[in-house]
């Protein structure tokens, strides 16, 4: 795993998360940006969490709060080293709750933002022609300035597309901007 290209980390994979605290030990990111999978924390997917078998919920919970988790332990290391770090997950998701998150959130200097993704033009294309997607996305992050930057609301002059019927995975794609 080489931590210079632009693949994403594969964290359920024991070898990547020691590569990861490595390189995180080494001091070499001055900033560490998360993006834990939130299929389990996501409020849309609980829609249908009851038709899913329970072995498909339990791994997608275990995945989910693995990667979680992990992702929290690095910032945790990012701030005891005076380094930065960005979190990102949909601002709705159930994660925001949970205890490791609750225990960044409450660190000195950290913040969490909301961002629309309409703000910087994520959009796609339905029977009504392009339109934007609102996606309110929460940035946890100890930045002031990377927090002020992506903080972005939607101004409220144009309608979205509803992220129904498979748009959701679509939308986990963010636009250059």
């Not at 997950?89 to 660190?107: G, K, M, Y």
Request: neutral net charge; aromatic residues 8%; charged residues 25%.
């Amino acid at each position: 795993l080489d931590p210079h290209d632009n693949q994403p980390w594969d964290f359920s994979n024991p070898r990547q998360r020691s590569k990861a605290i490595d390189l995180v030990a080494s001091k070499e990111s001055l900033l560490v940006i998360g993006s834990p999978t939130c299929k389990a924390f996501s409020r849309l997917q609980h829609l249908s969490w009851e038709k899913m078998s329970p072995e498909k919920r339990k791994k997608m919970w275990k995945d989910g709060i693995t990667h979680l988790n992990f992702c929290m332990t690095l910032y945790r290391m990012q701030i005891n080293q005076g380094m930065y770090f960005l979190h990102e997950h949909p601002f709705s998701a159930t994660s925001w709750e949970e205890n490791s998150v609750q225990r960044i959130l409450n660190s000195p200097g950290v913040q969490i933002v909301r961002g629309d993704m309409c703000a910087v033009g994520m959009w796609q294309e339905n029977e009504d022609g392009r339109q934007l997607i609102m996606k309110p996305t929460g940035f946890m992050t100890n930045s002031e300035c990377i927090a002020n930057e992506l903080g972005e609301k939607c101004d409220g002059k144009h309608q979205h597309i509803r992220l129904l019927d498979g748009r959701a995975s679509r939308a986990e794609v963010y636009p250059v901007e």
